[in-house]
Nanobody, 122 residues
Framework: QVQLVESGGGLVRPGGSHNLSCAAS????????MGWYRRTPGNPRELVAG???????PYADSVKGRFTVSIDNAENTVDLQMNSLKSEDTAVYYC????????????????WGQGTQVTVSS
C-alpha cells in the first residue's frame, strides 16, 4: 500500500512564501504523476501543479509565475514552493500520486494524502 504524507501547512501572511512537501512510501515501481490539488469550501478539488512522467508540469492559471513544483524521483517526494501568496490561495492542499506498485500492473493506481491546511491571512 502506498501512503502519501504531507507536511508544511500553516498560516502565512499575504505576499509571503511557503513550501509544502509530500513523501510517498511503499512499493513504487513507476510514477505517472505527482502533484498538488487544493480545495476551498463549496468548491471541487482543483489541480494546483504537478509533474508528469513525460516531464511536463501543468499549473493552474491562478498560480503560474508564483508557485513552483518539483519532484525527486529517487526519494519519491514532491514539493510545492509557493511565493507571493494571496488570500485566495487559502485552501486545504492535497498531495496526489499516480503510480504502479508492480512491474506487471496495468494502468495506474491513484493515491491521495490526508490534506494540509494553508491559510493566507494578515
Amino acid at each position: 500500500q502506498v501512503q502519501l504524507v504531507e507536511s508544511g501547512g500553516g498560516l502565512v501572511r499575504p505576499g509571503g512564501s511557503h513550501n509544502l512537501s509530500c513523501a510517498a512510501s511503499g512499493v513504487i515501481t513507476s510514477i505517472n504523476f505527482m502533484g498538488w490539488y487544493r480545495r476551498t469550501p463549496g468548491n471541487p478539488r482543483e489541480l494546483v501543479a504537478g509533474v508528469r512522467s513525460d516531464g511536463t508540469t501543468p499549473y493552474a492559471d491562478s498560480v503560474k509565475g508564483r508557485f513552483t513544483v518539483s519532484i525527486d524521483n529517487a526519494e519519491n517526494t514532491v514539493d510545492l514552493q509557493m511565493n507571493s501568496l494571496k488570500s485566495e490561495d487559502t485552501a486545504v492542499y492535497y498531495c496526489n500520486a499516480e503510480v504502479r506498485t508492480s512491474d506487471y500492473a496495468f494502468g495506474w493506481d491513484d493515491y491521495w494524502g490526508q490534506g494540509t491546511q494553508v491559510t493566507v491571512s494578515s
